[in-house]
C-alpha cells in the first residue's frame, strides 16, 4: 500500500478492497476495480480516534459522544459522514467536502490500520451493484484478480457479515440516518 498497492482484506464488516486513503492514484485504481463511478464515495478505516481527527478540520462534539457510546457494549460497527475532510486524497472526499470513516476494533484490521499508520480505504469487495462479499468466498474472481495482494486472515470463514450503519453528521448538528 506504500507503493500505490491495492489489497483484499478482511474488516469489521464485509471483505473490503483497501488502498492508502492519501493516494490519489490508488484510490482511482479502487474505483476502476469496483467498475464504480467516482462520484459515489468511499469509506475510510482508522485504527484510533486520534488517527481519526487528523482527517477533519474539526470533528464536532456529536461525533465524539456518538464514539463514545459505540464504545460501550456490543455496538454495529458505525461509519460516521463528516465534513470538512483533510489529508485525504482528493478524489475520496465528497463533492460536498465529507468523508466516511469507521474506527475499527476488529483485530485484523485495527492492527493493519495502526501499522499503515494511515486512513485505509475501505469499500465492499464486490463489482458495483453487485452483493457485498460477506466472506472470502463469495469474492468475485475478477476482483482477486484486479488487486495486488489478499490478505490470508479469516480465508476460511463462513459466517454472515453485514455492512456498517452509517451516520451523517452534520457540522450545524444534523444527524441522518443514512444506513441501519
Not at 32 to 43: E, G, H, P, T, V
Not at 133 to 140: E, F, H, P, R, S
Request: with cysteine; net charge neutral.
Amino acid at each position: 500500500m506504500r507503493k500505490g498497492g491495492v489489497i483484499l482484506y478482511p474488516t469489521d464488516t464485509v471483505w473490503g478492497i483497501g488502498c492508502d486513503a492519501t493516494n490519489a492514484e490508488a484510490v482511482k485504481r479502487v474505483y476502476d476495480i469496483k467498475q464504480r463511478d467516482d462520484s459515489k464515495a468511499l469509506i475510510c478505516l482508522v485504527d484510533s480516534d486520534a488517527r481519526m481527527q487528523r482527517y477533519f478540520r474539526q470533528v464536532p462534539d456529536v461525533a465524539w459522544q456518538l464514539i463514545d457510546s459505540l464504545k460501550e457494549g456490543d455496538a454495529k460497527p458505525t461509519t460516521l459522514i463528516l465534513d470538512g475532510a483533510i489529508n485525504l486524497a482528493p478524489n475520496l472526499i465528497a463533492e460536498d467536502g465529507s468523508i466516511g470513516i469507521r474506527i475499527t476494533n476488529e483485530p485484523f484490521s485495527k492492527e493493519l490500520c495502526y501499522r499503515f499508520q494511515k486512513a485505509i480505504v475501505s469499500t465492499s469487495a464486490n463489482i458495483s451493484g453487485e452483493p457485498a462479499a460477506q466472506n472470502y468466498c463469495d469474492i468475485d474472481p475478477r476482483i482477486l484478480e484486479a488487486v495486488d495482494y489478499v490478505c490470508w486472515s479469516r480465508r476460511q470463514e463462513h459466517k454472515p457479515h453485514t455492512p456498517s450503519c452509517i451516520i451523517k453528521l452534520k457540522e450545524n448538528g444534523e444527524v441522518t440516518i443514512i444506513r441501519k
